[in-house]
């Protein structure tokens, strides 16, 4: 557990001081605010929206920003292991005090780290733009209030909760295919074709067998992700939004693939030679 | 007890056996030489012995801890490798605090008195990647030593160093020799470490062909003598003729003959040159260097095979 612990220690280290994180979370944040920007124009210029509209513009600005930060997870796990094998860094660790399941484990326990970094770089674009162009009240059209500001505030609440359990799936997955991995090139690549590949054929798969893979529920290209959904709710779409099944199945079943996910990359770290 | 225990290991890559049955032990103290050409199985006896990669047989006990359990040592052990294992963009002191963040273990040497003992004291604010090549080995070997080891490995220590850099090393792994620490050394570099060594494990193709004291490896060519001649075709063709012994070198008039276990006597062969006319000059026993036992043995194995 000490070893965990130090790896974590040392990953956080090498996280905050990594200029390239802070340019990439920067850059989610100004995604995340033009997306925002894009939407404001649109809602403002269909006219039909008399309050509320803050709310779809904010999500809008979020969900490009945390798909940007999908594509930073992924790389970023991805890299871990594999760069890491290839400096050395995971030979030293080994023969210093370190297990080989802390290597994985301590990089997993990293995770909220930039996965709440993303988060409030989307959170902040998209809402910085939203108040300044659209309110946060209830969602009101042609008179009538169609959701009150506290039914649109759970909703928000509500898909940013059932979307974050994928993200830490993903940052597991981007660990496996690192853990199996002889350099981080080969690993990110084959990461990111991986997310991309399923993203593609999402369209084609039905919704049962859809919601049985993890990486449904994260904010993508594709997207199909409670958080998705949500924006959709908060734009008065009253047909839209997860069922109460799959929001619940978006809550665990992330959770249980993500640990059988590193229960496989700690079995491939075991094995192989560092 | 033994600081690193190596029983029966074997190591196999599909076909290729690249260790066979490599046994040895390494006691505190002792600065112990891992020696072999390229290929010969070194590098994968550390790293079975280090628990990077699992043996095919046998046992390795470093510190009294099985080789796939060794956090258990709990940073009793420093390990140096082949390639400096290094933050770049991070400063020589940041690097130290990076290994220290990992090993975990506090106590033992400052970082102030490991870089003053490694020489880099001047340089603590320099970004790694800035460093030579010998300093950055100087920086990986102060992150070995940094909370105080009882066992240091290093693999390849001299590699990619120029004669500068090689005697800085030399004289660093010497100090520490010194002060009782136990090193285990693996290298190619026989002439360049054999001043530093008490003991030394030599390989030929992934078999121990010599294991023991420093000074027993040497020993171990008392046969050898040099014969200094005036006609050396005559002298090689007297030799030849008489069994026994071998002539194991030859340099312009200089001869090597081993006596081996021929029980022949020094003073036979110093007869047979006589009688040959072939105008001897000076018998003497042959002053033995590591790497002349080294060529022996490796001769003897070639020879056995």
């Given at each position: 557990?000490?070893?965990?612990?130090?790896?974590?220690?040392?990953?956080?280290?090498?996280?905050?001081?990594?200029?390239?994180l802070w340019i990439v979370g920067v850059t989610v944040g100004a995604v995340?605010?033009?997306?925002?920007?894009?939407?404001?124009?649109?809602?403002?210029?269909?006219?039909?929206?008399?309050?509320?509209?803050?709310?779809?513009?904010?999500?809008?600005?979020?969900?490009?920003?945390?798909?940007?930060?999908?594509?930073?997870?992924?790389?970023?796990?991805?890299?871990?292991?594999?760069?890491?094998?290839?400096?050395?860094?995971?030979?030293?660790?080994?023969?210093?005090?370190?297990?080989?399941?802390?290597?994985?484990?301590?990089?997993?326990?990293?995770?909220?780290?930039?996965?709440?970094?993303?988060?409030?770089a989307?959170?902040?674009g998209?809402?910085?733009?939203?108040?300044?162009?659209?309110?946060?009240?209830?969602?009101?059209?042609?008179?009538?209030?169609?959701?009150?500001?506290?039914?649109?505030?759970?909703?928000?609440?509500?898909?940013?909760?059932?979307?974050?359990?994928?993200?830490?799936?993903?940052?597991?997955?981007?660990?496996?295919?690192?853990?199996?991995?002889?350099?981080?090139?080969?690993?990110?690549?084959?990461?990111?074709?991986?997310?991309?590949?399923?993203?593609?054929?999402?369209?084609?798969?039905?919704?049962?067998?859809?919601?049985?893979?993890?990486?449904?529920?994260?904010?993508?290209?594709?997207?199909?992700?409670?958080?998705?959904?949500?924006?959709?709710?908060?734009?008065?779409?009253?047909?839209?939004?997860?069922?109460?099944?799959?929001?619940?199945?978006?809550?665990?079943?992330?959770?249980?693939?993500?640990?059988?996910?590193?229960?496989?990359?700690?079995?491939?770290?075991?094995?192989?030679?560092? | 007890?033994?600081?690193?225990?190596?029983?029966?290991?074997?190591?196999?890559?599909?076909?290729?056996?690249?260790?066979?049955?490599?046994?040895?032990?390494?006691?505190?103290?002792?600065?112990?030489?891992?020696?072999?050409?390229?290929?010969?199985?070194?590098?994968?006896?550390?790293?079975?012995?280090?628990?990077?990669?699992?043996?095919?047989?046998?046992?390795?006990?470093?510190?009294?801890?099985?080789?796939?359990?060794?956090?258990?040592?709990?940073?009793?052990?420093?390990?140096?490798?082949?390639?400096?294992?290094?933050?770049?963009?991070?400063?020589?002191?940041?690097?130290?605090?990076?290994?220290?963040?990992?090993?975990?273990?506090?106590?033992?040497?400052?970082?102030?008195?490991?870089?003053?003992?490694?020489?880099?004291?001047?340089?603590?604010?320099?970004?790694?990647?800035?460093?030579?090549?010998?300093?950055?080995?100087?920086?990986?070997?102060?992150?070995?030593?940094?909370?105080?080891?009882?066992?240091?490995?290093?693999?390849?220590?001299?590699?990619?160093?120029?004669?500068?850099?090689?005697?800085?090393?030399?004289?660093?792994?010497?100090?520490?020799?010194?002060?009782?620490?136990?090193?285990?050394?693996?290298?190619?570099?026989?002439?360049?470490?054999?001043?530093?060594?008490?003991?030394?494990?030599?390989?030929?193709?992934?078999?121990?062909?010599?294991?023991?004291?420093?000074?027993?490896?040497?020993?171990?060519?008392?046969?050898?003598?040099?014969?200094?001649?005036?006609?050396?075709?005559?002298?090689?063709?007297?030799?030849?003729?008489?069994?026994?012994?071998?002539?194991?070198?030859?340099?312009?008039?200089?001869?090597?003959?081993?006596?081996?276990?021929?029980?022949?006597?020094?003073?036979?062969?110093?007869?047979?040159?006589?009688?040959?006319?072939?105008?001897?000059?000076?018998?003497?026993?042959?002053?033995?260097?590591?790497?002349?036992?080294?060529?022996?043995?490796?001769?003897?194995?070639?020879?056995?095979?």
């Amino acid at each position: 557990m000490t070893g965990t612990l130090r790896i974590l220690r040392s990953e956080f280290d090498r996280l905050i001081r990594s200029l390239s994180l802070w340019i990439v979370g920067v850059t989610v944040g100004a995604v995340a605010a033009v997306s925002a920007l894009t939407s404001s124009i649109q809602i403002l210029g269909q006219g039909s929206v008399e309050s509320g509209g803050g709310w779809a513009c904010m999500l809008d600005g979020m969900r490009t920003g945390l798909a940007l930060t999908v594509f930073a997870l992924l790389v970023t796990s991805a890299r871990s292991l594999a760069g890491d094998h290839e400096s050395g860094l995971l030979r030293m660790a080994v023969t210093r005090s370190v297990s080989r399941p802390a290597l994985v484990l301590g990089r997993l326990l990293i995770a909220p780290l930039p996965i709440l970094g993303g988060l409030l770089a989307s959170f902040l674009g998209a809402w910085l733009v939203a108040r300044s162009q659209l309110d946060f009240g209830p969602l009101v059209e042609e008179g009538y209030e169609i959701l009150s500001a506290e039914e649109l505030r759970g909703e928000v609440a509500l898909g940013l909760f059932a979307t974050l359990p994928a993200l830490v799936a993903l940052w597991a997955f981007g660990l496996l295919i690192s853990a199996c991995s002889r350099t981080a090139v080969s690993a990110v690549a084959t990461t990111l074709v991986l997310f991309v590949a399923f993203d593609l054929i999402k369209e084609s798969l039905s919704q049962e067998s859809l919601y049985l893979v993890f990486a449904s529920f994260a904010p993508s290209l594709s997207d199909s992700s409670p958080l998705g959904e949500a924006a959709q709710v908060v734009q008065g779409f009253s047909d839209r939004g997860f069922s109460d099944e799959l929001l619940s199945l978006a809550m665990w079943l992330p959770w249980a693939q993500a640990l059988l996910i590193v229960g496989a990359a700690v079995a491939v770290i075991r094995s192989r030679t560092l | 007890m033994a600081s690193f225990a190596i029983h029966s290991l074997h190591k196999s890559f599909g076909s290729v056996k690249a260790v066979q049955d490599l046994s040895f032990e390494v006691h505190p103290g002792q600065v112990h030489g891992l020696l072999g050409p390229n290929g010969s199985g070194k590098t994968t006896t550390l790293c079975c012995a280090l628990g990077l990669m699992r043996p095919t047989k046998g046992s390795v006990e470093v510190l009294g801890v099985s080789s796939r359990a060794l956090h258990r040592t709990g940073g009793r052990l420093g390990v140096v490798f082949d390639q400096p294992v290094l933050l770049k963009r991070r400063s020589v002191a940041a690097n130290l605090a990076y290994h220290a963040m990992i090993r975990g273990h506090k106590g033992g040497r400052t970082h102030d008195e490991v870089l003053d003992l490694v020489g880099l004291s001047d340089l603590k604010k320099r970004r790694a990647g800035a460093l030579s090549l010998g300093q950055g080995k100087r920086l990986a070997l102060a992150t070995a030593l940094a909370g105080n080891p009882e066992l240091v490995v290093l693999d390849e220590p001299l590699s990619g160093l120029d004669p500068v850099g090689t005697r800085e090393i030399l004289a660093l792994i010497g100090k520490l020799a010194a002060s009782g620490l136990t090193l285990i050394l693996s290298t190619h570099r026989l002439h360049d470490v054999e001043p530093v060594l008490t003991h030394a494990t030599i390989m030929v193709r992934g078999r121990r062909v010599a294991t023991g004291p420093l000074s027993e490896i040497l020993g171990q060519g008392e046969g050898l003598l040099q014969a200094t001649v005036q006609n050396t075709p005559l002298a090689l063709e007297a030799l030849s003729r008489m069994g026994g012994w071998q002539v194991c070198g030859q340099e312009g008039s200089v001869i090597d003959v081993d006596l081996g276990s021929s029980g022949a006597q020094p003073s036979e062969l110093a007869e047979v040159l006589v009688k040959a006319g072939a105008g001897l000059v000076r018998l003497q026993p042959a002053g033995q260097r590591l790497a002349d036992a080294f060529d022996r043995l490796v001769a003897q194995e070639s020879a056995r095979k």
